[in-house]
């Protein structure tokens, strides 16, 4: 029967499948790398690199960032393929302690799971990614003895230390959907609705946006577009009869790139790049970043997030008429 560490490994693969495995901007079509490996060679890279010295990695320092946009998303994808990759490390030292102390092996691998996922958790702040790795080990290791010394003292928890490697040394965030505007009074959710979409198109309107726009509107109507937008009706419900159709309903976001360069977010964060690069070294960002080689790439919705704009949903008519209206038509 499927254990923990089975199960995990099981999952993760059936969500990758065979396609290629991006870590540095979590999007194959959107990263400046052209070559991915597919998951299999992607994990035992990831694997070998934290046997090797997972506090210098920069592939597990990767890893570690997408985990945390992911959470930022409410999606467990990444925190997930973490686990994957640690979990090997743990197979050997839980089966022997099973083994030598009559443990049942479940029980000590969930522990081990469950432990290191709170780990996760306390270091979602305040931590560089690099460090991560080591600590959620390191505690799976300290709990799993715990089990084993439950029935024997034959062994100290200083014991640890000898079964880790010397380079061994989520929080879940919604964006809101609220308006730019106060909106909490209006009763009628339709014309709140179409306060947010407006706005939105008058603003963009204003500071030179509403080609680019027009463009992704087009992509919409002739279904060159996909993605979030089928995805927004279903989950929000929204039926007004008098907008042009329900598939043009889209996140605010989607107009933006998904990921932008340090310098960018820096200015618009008002702190200078290596300002930036102080709080990222010292893990002290105030939200993650990716690495993508020797760069950084930032989330724009994790930079919406902290600047405090929602990323809200919006119509395309909604958003032509307030880009119109301001443009005096």
């Not at 046997?51 to 409410?74: F, K, N, P, T, Y």
């Not at 691998?109 to 270091?123: P, Y």
């Not at 970043?289 to 989330?299: C, E, F, L, T």
Request: aromatic residues 8%; negative net charge; proline residues 4%.
């Amino acid at each position: 029967m499927p254990d923990v560490f089975d199960r995990i490994e099981w999952n993760v693969r059936q969500g990758f499948g065979g396609m290629p495995v991006c870590v540095h901007v979590g999007d194959v079509n959107e990263c400046e790398f052209k070559r991915h490996p597919i998951y299999p060679k992607f994990r035992s890279e990831v694997i070998s690199a934290g046997v090797r010295s997972a506090a210098s990695s920069r592939l597990w320092e990767s890893l570690i960032a997408m985990g945390r946009l992911c959470d930022l998303d409410g999606d467990d994808t990444w925190r997930l393929v973490i686990l994957d990759c640690i979990v090997p490390c743990f197979r050997s030292l839980s089966s022997r302690i099973s083994r030598d102390f009559r443990v049942e092996l479940e029980e000590i691998r969930s522990a081990m799971v469950a432990t290191a996922l709170e780990v996760w958790v306390d270091t979602a702040s305040g931590v560089p990614p690099r460090h991560v790795r080591d600590r959620m080990a390191k505690a799976a290791f300290e709990v799993a003895f715990r089990y084993g010394n439950s029935t024997s003292s034959e062994y100290s928890m200083d014991d640890v230390e000898t079964f880790i490697q010397p380079e061994m040394s989520a929080q879940g965030s919604v964006l809101r959907a609220s308006s730019i505007i106060d909106t909490g009074s209006i009763r009628d959710p339709d014309v709140a609705e179409q306060i947010r979409g407006e706005r939105l198109g008058a603003l963009l309107q204003r500071v030179g946006y509403s080609d680019a726009v027009q463009g992704f509107h087009e992509d919409l109507r002739t279904g060159r577009r996909s993605g979030s937008v089928s995805q927004v009706v279903r989950a929000s419900n929204l039926s007004r009869s008098r907008i042009s159709s329900q598939n043009l309903y889209y996140y605010a976001s989607d107009l933006y790139p998904s990921f932008v360069g340090l310098q960018e977010a820096a200015d618009v964060m008002g702190i200078s790049i290596s300002g930036a690069h102080r709080l990222i070294r010292a893990g002290q960002f105030p939200f993650p970043v990716a690495r993508a080689g020797r760069s950084y790439k930032v989330s724009v919705k994790a930079l919406m997030h902290f600047k405090d704009i929602p990323d809200v949903i919006v119509h395309v008519d909604d958003i032509e008429n307030g880009a119109l209206h301001a443009s005096g038509g």
